[in-house]
């Protein structure tokens, strides 16, 4: 068929996950888990192959192409269709996210049928695969949306999907509402981010005339010249809700406690695919943020505050999943701060990237936590151990070698080591930024040192040394199809680097397409020697440090000591839960405690109260007139008489 | 002959008699009575004024007025008659089963 | 002072006398009676104001037929004194005081209106014959004559039907 036609499949990629998730609920309970799982990840490869195929039709054609088959809103002046946008940007994320997605899903065959069994409830096994669908085809919708109101739906529809996969053990977690409350907690906090995306939306709409991305972006140098306010307003207001969603300061408290959700959701949504709309929509977006000089320093200072806090937090950290999330976070913010530079095609590959290792590194731990939980069942007596927590592990190495292989391989990537794929891309935020930026280059280089440490830390913690507990002791490796996708995600975590290499520049030219001609970025030695040298000095510190450490499980940290009330600082991840509790929560609760004690109960349903006393003394009252005495009733017609005409007189 | 209102004060003080009397007596036969005491004193008002304007209409309605009046204590002492027969008294007072 | 106004006091004198009688008096029979001797007195009233036909229609109903009909249902019923207490506290003084203020009221409004030089005109035997009356009545008031017809017809079989002894059965 001829190329064109190809587009007119991009409908599919949403349809395909729908189908997925229809047949599921459908039909999933009653033929079982296998084949809830393995329609799932059909419906997911699928989606891929599809983007797979646009990818190649926009090969030789590559300007973007509008696919419109259904009309939405049509109010006045709004008119908003159901229109799905085909160019290199979008399809670079679609192959992400069906990419890493089917291999999610693959593994969570495997995955959750130990899950499920671990928690004691088989049969919500195919709940899991239908919001993991639902989640592919919000996500979908996302990504290749052609207007704002489109791709607002996607957004909401990803948040609503963390909320379900999060919650997922909805009656488990910390005093058995531990893990609700963190699904309510991450919906929360993306409701603010969302709030800022829905100012920034009116603001477009009431600008611009329209929500559509060629016609918004076209004016977008006008309407800066002519409102400039309104445009630092708008890109102001879309920066809160890449900071809610892409989990940056000050909204990043969500994606920590995420981790409350089972591994495979930690992998795909809050790691390598919802996570990283917020970067997707700024560098959709450049066309507004090339314009407002100012809200873009805001958005590269944003984002590296928000690198370097992560960093630091993740040192002080003990659950694997929740160092892996604070590195999430972290290198968001390089993402965040590498578009913020300008750099687009730099954070779009390191979101490419990072969605490979850092997908292998969550699918990797979750490994690992199966180990151990292998290894509690064996040991009978070891309930209490935490099965997440790094001090518990301990020679991981000898007793899963496979996991420690292709973790080693994503952990080496994350620091930055050539020539893994992550060296490339961070090399690539570095080199953008010694460009121009000299104070955040200095700070995302030590955020650098820092990611190379933790992970060294890990690395050591969990695989090296002498098991820690029994339930390490009786770890073992997790089955084929289990590792086999880990396996995938480390090849391309090793070769991801080719998207992009020096010189070659793939990615730059692909996506100039849409984001414009840039200049490629020159390959600096200076920068990238250093990055390489300090990765190497990061994972040589942490090996030096923590091999020699105390081999018990309740000892302290081997930093405790030297950077005292620093790491408590870290562990305790400078307390700004604690802070937002007092600042916002607190005074909330009281308002709120406040309007409904004594504002509701006192003021509000004493006057419906007292209407009704009133209402009923009236009525008492009344009744006595009735006293079944004819003659008292002549009385007081004779009265009523003499009234009138004692009127009518004075009249 | 004499002014007009000396009949029509009469008329008025015969009224008011009426009325006490339909307040202050519990007998319903005796209420019935007062009534037709008011009645008489409405009559006195139309021959008085059918005398004054010299107009007979006034003398009309007198029989229009008896008729009614007639008719009313018809009905009146056969709702009493009827009343006593399940009540044994004609005491007004005792009828108070609508209290409220 | 003329005689007709000599006739009118003296007259008036009896019919309150007698009405108030009517009101203090226990026994039925006897407030009846005094009833009957109000109504002649006002009929004799009627004559000095140029109405005999009304008059004695006054006399043959009122006192003939409608007080007969009183008296007999009075014997019908017994005369047996009802209690003298009243139950209702206020209604004595409060019916008294109502029955001051009406009169004053009326009176005061009558003579603001009329004045004490308005005087009533004597009977004349033109204006009193009942032809002329007759003819009033059954040209210009013919409709409300056949109503009243209707009214008495009514009333006529009302009492009957009210009177009716009850069938054992509940119907009636």
């Known amino acids: 068929m001829e190329s064109g036609q190809i587009f007119n499949l991009v409908p599919w990629i949403v349809f395909l996950p729908l189908i997925g998730l229809a047949v599921n609920i459908l039909l999933g309970r009653r033929l079982g888990e296998t084949f809830s799982g393995v329609v799932a990840s059909l419906a997911s490869g699928l989606t891929f192959v599809v983007a797979v195929l ?17 009309e939405w809103i049509s109010i006045g002046e709004l008119t908003v269709r159901w229109a799905f946008r085909v160019d290199t940007l979008s399809v670079v994320m679609m192959l992400v996210v069906s990419l890493v997605g089917t291999l999610i899903h693959v593994y969570s065959i495997g995955y959750m049928h130990n899950d499920v069994r671990h928690n004691g409830d088989p049969g919500r096994y195919t709940r899991f695969f239908i919001f993991m669908n639902l989640f592919i085809a919000a996500m979908m919708i996302l990504v290749s949306a052609d207007n704002f109101l489109m791709m ?205 290792f850092k997908g292998l590194l969550f699918l990797a731990a979750g490994s690992v936590i199966q180990g ?8 009978h007596g070891s309930a209490e151990t935490d099965p997440q927590d790094m001090r518990n592990m301990g020679g991981l190495r000898k007793k899963m070698p496979l996991t420690y292989w292709v973790y080693l391989i994503g952990g080496l990537a994350l620091s930055g080591i050539a020539p893994l794929a992550g060296f490339f891309s961070k090399d690539e935020i570095l080199g953008a930024a010694y460009n121009g930026h000299a104070a955040v280059f200095a700070l995302l280089v030590i ?127 400078w307390w700004v839960d604690e802070f937002y509790q007092a600042l916002i929560l607190n005074p909330y609760k009281a308002f709120a405690q406040f309007m409904a004690d004594p504002v509701d109960l006192g003021v509000i349903d004493r006057v419906g109260g007292g209407l009704a006393a009133g209402t009923r003394t009236l009525a008492e009252g009344l009744r006595k007139l009735e006293n079944g005495y004819v003659r008292s009733y002549a009385l007081w017609m004779v009265v009523g008489l003499l009234a009138i005409m004692m009127y009518l007189f004075l009249s | 002959m004499f002014p007009v209102v000396y009949p029509i004060i009469l008329a008025v003080i015969l009224f008011s008699l009426g009325i006490v009397g339909v307040l202050l007596r519990k007998n319903a036969i005796v209420i019935l009575m007062s009534l037709e005491l008011m009645f008489n004193a409405a009559n006195l008002v139309f021959i008085t004024f059918a005398n004054y304007y010299q107009n007979l209409d006034g003398q009309v309605f007198i029989i229009f007025v008896m008729v009614t009046a007639a008719a009313e204590v018809a009905v009146g002492l056969a709702l009493i008659v009827d009343i006593f027969r399940s009540k044994k008294t004609i005491s007004i007072d005792e009828m108070h089963s609508l209290k409220g | 002072m003329t005689p007709g106004l000599l006739i009118f006091i003296l007259l008036g004198i009896i019919a309150v006398a007698s009405a108030v009688a009517m009101l203090l008096s226990r026994n039925t029979v006897y407030s009846a009676l005094f009833l009957i001797l109000n109504f002649l007195s006002v009929a004799v009233i009627y004559l000095v104001l140029g109405a005999p036909f009304i008059a004695l229609a006054q006399i043959a109903v009122y006192a003939g037929a409608i007080m007969v009909l009183v008296l007999f249902v009075i014997m019908l019923l017994g005369t047996h004194q009802l209690d003298p207490r009243e139950p209702l506290k206020w209604q004595r003084p409060l019916a008294i005081v109502l029955a001051l203020a009406l009169i004053v009221q009326g009176v005061y409004a009558l003579v603001t209106r009329f004045g004490f ?55 009636a």
Not at chain 1, 220 to 244: E, F, R, S
Not at chain 1, 485 to 500: H, Q
Not at chain 1, 516 to 526: Q, R, S
Not at chain 3, 160 to 169: A, H, I, S
């Open chain 1, 54 to 70: 646009l990818a190649a039709a926009l090969a030789s054609a590559p300007n973007a192409r509008v696919v419109s088959p259904w």
């Open chain 1, 152 to 356: 607002f739906v996607g957004w909401e529809g990803v948040g609503l999907c963390s909320y379900l996969l999060i919650g997922f053990w909805y009656e488990k977690g910390k005093n058995g509402t531990g893990n609700a409350d963190a699904a309510k907690k991450a919906f929360i906090t993306n409701r603010i981010g969302d709030f800022g995306l829905l100012i920034a939306l009116f603001l477009i709409f009431g600008y611009f005339g329209s929500l559509q991305f060629d016609e918004v972006f076209s004016q977008a140098a006008n309407v800066a010249a002519a409102h400039p306010g309104v445009m630092l307003l708008i890109t102001l207001a879309m920066l809160l809700g890449v900071t809610g969603k892409s989990a940056q300061i000050p909204l990043f408290v969500w994606l920590p406690d995420a981790m409350a959700g089972p591994t495979p959701v930690s992998a795909l949504i809050h790691a390598a695919t919802m996570v990283t709309a917020g970067v997707y929509l700024v560098a959709r977006s450049t066309a507004f943020y090339s314009v407002v000089p100012v809200a873009q320093t805001v958005v590269i200072w944003v984002g590296t505050l928000t690198a370097l806090l992560a960093a630091t937090i993740a040192l002080g950290q003990y659950d694997i999943k929740k160092v892996l999330a604070y590195s999430t976070i972290s290198q968001l913010g390089f993402m965040v701060a590498a578009v913020g530079m300008g750099a687009m095609v730099a954070g779009m590959f390191h979101l490419v990237t990072h969605a490979f």
């Open chain 1, 372 to 379: 151990m939980e292998r290894g509690m069942h064996g040991s």
């Open chain 1, 447 to 573: 955020t650098a040192f820092l990611t190379a440490f933790y992970m060294g830390r890990q690395l050591v913690m969990v695989f090296f040394g002498k098991p820690f507990t029994a339930a390490a002791e009786h770890a073992s490796e997790s089955p084929r199809v289990v590792t086999i996708p880990l396996i995938i995600l480390a090849l391309l975590s090793v070769l991801g680097g080719v998207l992009n290499l020096p010189g070659v520049h793939t990615l730059e030219h692909w996506l100039a397409h849409t984001l414009g001609e840039g200049e490629p970025a020159g390959f600096i030695w200076l920068v990238a020697g250093l990055s390489f040298f300090l990765a190497l000095l990061g994972l040589g510190a942490a090996w030096f440090i923590y091999s020699r450490r105390v081999q018990k499980a309740e000892a302290d940290d081997p930093l405790k000591k030297p950077l005292g009330a620093l790491f408590t600082g870290m562990e305790h991840k």
């Open chain 3, 117 to 171: 030089q308005a005087a009533t005109v004597p009977a004349s035997p033109d204006f009193v014959d009942p032809k002329s009356l007759g003819m009033v009545l059954f040209q210009k008031y013919s409709l409300p004559f056949e109503v009243t017809s209707v009214i008495l017809l009514v009333a006529a079989i009302g009492a009957v039907v009210l009177t009716q002894k009850q069938k054992k059965d509940g119907g």
